[in-house]
């Protein structure tokens, strides 16, 4: 006799309460990630404000010029990627040696306390920061100027006007801002390893770094990777804020902190073409895919387990 197979519903009852726990945030996905992308074709039109952007003039790849051909368009790039690159190295190392270190923390109550104060400046809005960096900064009033300074013998700098120390100031205050929640991120991965794993180990004689490279680092690898592969496919993009804002938009800066993003919004406001600044934004995100499948058949051959996909 022939069994009858019934087929499993498409939707579980049982699993209702989590599809409208989800619901939310898969509407604001598709609003605010998909929705947009039927946008990209502006990419290739001259937009005219007075015929609307479907019956503006196709551009073909006119608008993708305005990145290359710019006298600017090395220095741009060169600035975007190298400092996305520090902000991936410096957020692993430093976000998993901050978790280590709560993790090692034996009160509750202080563990609290500082997760807490690590993840302030990720509330403070960089608008905030930037004042923040000029109260230290400033040439007239800054601290380091009136107070360091002096006691140190050395005579005031003006800050916004020196370039060679803006790469570390915005190294700086992108991990302050951002060490807090990494290390939370990685917390979570420390805190959720077996304990007997490191009974065992001490059972054996293993020391604490001895357990820190053979039973942590390993088990917190695949974290690491995917923390690496979605920074990295954001590594044509630059935090608007931090380039702008931070220093000031001061025009003795721009070989140190102008990158994709700021130039095409200093273009925009010359220019007034949303065509090129779309045309911009096309390209980071085509190299941001690339980059993340490069970057994921890489880790495939060396580990396919690690692997997102």
């Known amino acids: 006799m022939s069994q009858i197979t019934r087929r499993k519903p498409f939707i579980r ?31 290739f039109k001259n937009v005219n404000y007075a015929k609307g952007i479907f019956r503006s003039p196709w551009a073909g790849l006119t608008n993708f010029e305005f990145l290359f051909r710019t006298n600017d368009a090395w ?44 993840l302030l400046p990720q509330l403070i809005s960089m ?22 300074l002096p006691l140190l013998g050395a005579e005031p700098v003006n800050w916004y006007h020196e370039k060679s120390v803006w790469p570390f100031i915005l190294v700086f205050v992108h991990q302050w801002k951002w060490i807090g929640y990494t290390s939370l991120l990685y917390l ?20 604490k770094i001895q357990q820190l490279g053979y039973i942590t680092l390993p088990l917190l690898k695949p974290t690491i990777i995917t923390m690496v592969l979605l920074q990295v496919g954001r590594i044509f993009y630059s935090d608007f804020a931090l380039f702008y804002q931070v220093p000031m938009n001061s025009g003795s800066l721009y070989d140190v902190t102008n990158t994709i993003d700021t130039y095409v919004y200093r273009g925009l406001l010359q220019l007034n073409d949303i065509g090129m600044s779309s ?20 880790v495939r051959k060396i580990d396919s387990e690690s692997a997102l996909f």
């Open 13 to 43: 009852k049982d699993k209702v309460p989590l599809y409208l726990m989800a619901l939310p945030g898969l509407v604001y996905l598709i609003v605010n990630n998909y929705f947009p992308m039927a946008g990209l074709f502006i990419a």
């Open 188 to 207: 979570a991965s420390v805190v959720g390893i077996d304990a007997s794993l490191y009974e065992a180990a001490e059972i054996d004689g293993c020391r």
């Open 279 to 298: 045309a911009a934004s096309f390209v980071q995100s085509i190299m941001g895919f690339v980059l993340v499948l490069t970057t994921n058949l890489i």
């Open 75 to 118: 220095l741009i790039i060169r600035n975007t990627l190298c400092y996305n690159a520090v902000f991936i190295v410096l957020g692993v190392v430093l976000g998993v040696s901050v978790a280590l270190m709560l993790n090692e923390l034996v009160s509750k109550r202080l563990m609290k306390f500082c997760q807490t104060v690590i």
């Open 127 to 148: 608008v905030m920061i930037s004042y923040l960096v000029y109260a230290f900064l400033s040439s007239e009033y800054g601290f380091f100027n009136h107070s360091i």
